[in-house]
Nanobody, 111 residues
């Protein structure tokens, strides 16, 4: 059974950095289209970053070069490096390996 377990969330000041990690079990991420999504209460879930099986990456318009998605095949993990965080980045972040979802992890940006 596929499981995706996120870690690395928490609270940070504006301008700070966090790295989210998603470790997969039961599946090999290298064979999946993978992504990070986020959801703010009252709003729809939105794409943060996507990493295809071919290594092609896409990012949400709001990222503006601040985030980097990557995959560590040795750890079977999907990572999201987030720099220069803004209060608007406060959300629950979800790991996705189509069609599987992680439980989500909270990121809070505030002073």
């Amino acid at each position: 059974q596929a499981q995706l377990l996120e870690s690395g969330g928490g609270s940070v000041h504006p301008g700070g950095s966090l790295t989210l990690s998603c470790v997969a079990s039961g599946i090999s991420l290298i064979f999946y289209r993978t992504a990070w999504y986020r959801q703010i209460p009252g709003k729809e879930r939105e794409l943060v970053a996507q990493l295809g099986r071919d290594g092609y990456t896409t990012y949400g318009d709001f990222v503006k070069g601040r985030f980097t998605i990557s995959r560590d095949n040795s750890k079977n993990s999907l990572d999201l490096q987030m720099n220069n965080l803004e209060s608007e980045d406060t959300a629950t972040y979800f790991c996705h390996a189509f069609p599987h979802w992680g439980q989500g992890i909270q990121v809070t940006v505030g002073s």
